[in-house]
């Protein structure tokens, strides 16, 4: 079974950046795909990025340009580098593992959450 969990989340300035980092336990090598999902007060889990073994990244348009979405050699580890912070990021950041089913990306495993929020 496959553990994650979140680091990196904490208080900053709009315009600001973040490292969020994923740390896993388990096998996963079933999982070709890792990702993150955020959900803010109020609103429905939203999906942010996703990378799979092979490199290929994908974004939603809310943080195209800013994320980068990147795995650790070791292949435990998964990175979310956001740059340029705005105050509609804040939410409670979620690591994923799970694969693609044509184009789509499923989450199977979750984290815990960590919390970004973005203020002055």
């Known amino acids: 079974q496959v553990q994650l969990v979140e680091s990196g989340g904490g208080l900053v300035q709009p315009g600001g950046s973040l490292r969020l980092s994923c740390a896993a336990s388990g096998s996963i090598f079933s999982f070709n795909v890792m990702g993150w999902y955020r959900q803010a007060p109020g609103k429905e889990r939203e999906w942010v990025a996703d990378?799979?073994?092979?490199?290929?990244?994908h974004y939603s348009d809310s943080v195209k340009g800013r994320f980068t979405i990147s795995r650790g050699n070791a292949k435990n580890t998964v990175y979310l580098q956001m740059n340029n912070l705005k105050p509609e990021d804040t939410a409670v950041y979620h690591c994923n593992a799970g694969s693609y089913d044509s184009d789509t990306y499923y989450p199977v495993y979750w984290g815990q959450g960590t919390q970004v929020t973005v203020s002055s």
């Open positions: 990378t799979s073994s092979s490199g290929t990244t």
